[in-house]
């Protein structure tokens, strides 16, 4: 009995470390905007939106912050709607505890020979490596407030909308409860950053916001519904570990914590 009281706890902890660390590399990473059309060696997407031509520029972050939602939809699963808010609730803190890190090791002066050894690019291009250490490291406030303010009500959203689905279908389809909140979880994710950054903190148009957040949306959906078949392979995986029996009991307690 202690044997799988202990395996659970290690179970939880391992799930939170792996959500903590995604979650906090996401948002360090995001301060890089990429193209996934140059990156499958496509050419620019240039959809007509709302008089917007847009292309799939998207925020690093996106390359793993599906891991994000997968691990909450997985804590949920074991540990309930409680467990998700726990760890969210702790993973908040501590991005923001990052962020004013981040802007502390920005505002440091910088050591002479690093700025000597460092004044040249791999091509040979002039470079202030402190100006872009700054630039990449410290975020602007707005962006700061809409991905903690974001996080949040994605998460929250992802988990009750999880409870109730498992709730109506009785424990079966997961692939139904973990698609169905991350779908509508991260329509929240997807506007609510730029809504807070680029519209109450920058100039940019409603419209704007309308446009961009709907062509991140479409990738997020995709991804969602492409990520699937990893939510079974970590369920076949915990089974394996905890033994059916306990991860069942497991389970069922967790449906209405």
Same mark, same amino acid.
């Given at each position: ?8 706890? /290690? ?24 193209? =996934?059309?140059? $990156? ?6 240039? #959809? ?41 609730? &702790?993973? *908040? ?14 505002? =440091? ?25 700054? /630039? ?7 962006? #700061? ?7 949040? &009500?994605?998460?929250? &959203?992802?988990? =009750? ?10 424990? %079966?389809?997961?692939? =139904? ?50 990520? *699937?078949?990893?939510?079974?392979? #970590?369920?076949?995986?915990?089974? %394996? ?13 967790? $449906?209405?914590?």
């Amino acid at each position: 009995m202690t044997f799988t009281a202990n395996k659970k706890q /290690i179970l939880f902890i391992i799930l939170c470390g792996i959500f903590i660390t995604n979650a906090i590399v996401a948002e360090i990473i995001g301060a890089k905007i990429f193209s =996934l059309e140059a $990156t499958l060696g496509l050419n620019p997407a240039q #959809i007509d939106l709302l008089g917007y031509k847009l292309d799939f520029n998207m925020t690093a972050g996106v390359l793993n912050w599906p891991i994000v939602f997968i691990i909450s939809d997985i804590i949920n699963e074991y540990f309930g709607v409680k467990g998700v808010k726990i760890i969210s609730y &702790l993973t *908040t803190v501590l991005i923001v505890y990052t962020f004013f890190l981040l802007y502390g090791a920005a505002s =440091l002066p910088p050591a002479q020979f690093w700025l000597d050894v460092n004044s040249v690019d791999k091509q040979g291009n002039s470079l202030n490596i402190n100006n872009a250490f700054g /630039i990449i490291l410290r975020q602007g406030m707005g962006i #700061i407030i809409g991905s903690v303010i974001a996080f949040l &009500l994605g998460q929250m &959203l992802d988990a =009750l909308i999880f409870r109730k689905i498992r709730q109506m279908t009785s424990n %079966k389809h997961i692939w =139904l409860r973990s698609t169905g909140s991350t779908v509508v979880s991260q329509m929240i994710d997807s506007f609510v950053v730029i809504f807070i950054a680029f519209y109450l903190f920058g100039n940019w148009k409603f419209s704007q916001i309308i446009a961009v957040g709907s062509v991140n949306y479409v990738y997020k959906f995709f991804i969602a519904i492409l990520m *699937t078949p990893v939510i079974y392979l #970590i369920h076949y995986a915990i089974d %394996k570990y905890l033994g059916k029996k306990a991860s069942d009991e497991l389970i069922e307690e967790a $449906t209405y914590l």
